[in-house]
């Protein structure tokens, strides 16, 4: 009984055998099947990677703003106006302690007023017989040199007074009355709030479409405030670096509550659909 047990369970095993291998082997003759692959990624739309910003920042800034500089070394006696305060062109807005200036100026006119006197002298002595042409022509060129003295003088003292070159507001007062400054030292800074420009910069591909006079909206999230401005100029060449467009616009209307500085977003109306 047992010699049969042990025969039918080596036929068994033995039957199995052939079995798992025709499971694991292709049959002969037969290719084998190719494993399966995962499916190949598909090329990314280029479209979908340059994917362009509906939005660009804005920066506010003044057209009319400048940093006024010190032409002289000295001590300054006056400031009459302060940071924020209004002015117009031509107002003094720096006074300096001229004191030495205004002397030497004044010393010399005297020169002068005596060199052109002793020139008129000599030319009655010389109707008069009593007086040389190369006199007359000494005299003439003291008094021409000092005219020219005294035109370097009041240069010199013009440079006692800042003047405004045009309306605005202080913006930074950089020095304090009683102060003794350089030559080329900053005093303050002017802004003119009614010459306020955008600054944007936008993909270089937006050039295809953009042009001067394109509408946009600028919203001031600080502010909550939308304004319409219009494209006024567009830079003549792409930063090779960043591949973006410069751009210049201006506000339409009403500018109350903008300042240069404020950043903000614009949206450009125009804008073909993708």
Known sequence: MRLCASVRMLVAVL??????ATAQAPAPGVPPKPAA??????PANPAVQRDEPSEVPLLVHAGEETT???????????????????????????EFDCSEQLAQQQAAEAEYRGARESHLSRLRLQGLGAAGELEVTLAAAAAEKARSQLALRASLTAYCTVIAPFSGKVARMR???????????SLLDLVNPASLRGQ?????????WLRTGSEL???FKDTG???R?????????????????????RFEGANAGLLPGMVGTAVFLNRPAR
Request: hydrophobic share 45%.
């Open 15 to 20: 039957g199995a055998a052939p079995c798992l």
């Open 37 to 42: 692959q995962a499916p190949a990624s598909q």
């Open 68 to 94: 006024l500089s010190s032409q002289m070394a000295g001590k300054i006696r006056r400031l009459p106006f302060g940071l924020g305060d209004n002015v117009k062109a031509g107002n003094v807005l720096v």
């Open 175 to 185: 020095v304090k009355v009683a102060e003794s400054v350089p030559a080329g030292q």
């Open 200 to 208: 944007v910069f936008v993909p270089a591909g937006w050039a295809i």
């Open 217 to 219: 909206d600028v919203t």
């Open 225 to 227: 405030r939308k304004y």
């Open 229 to 249: 401005a219009r494209v006024a100029k567009l830079n003549s060449r792409v930063d090779g670096v960043s591949q973006q467009l410069e751009l210049e616009v």
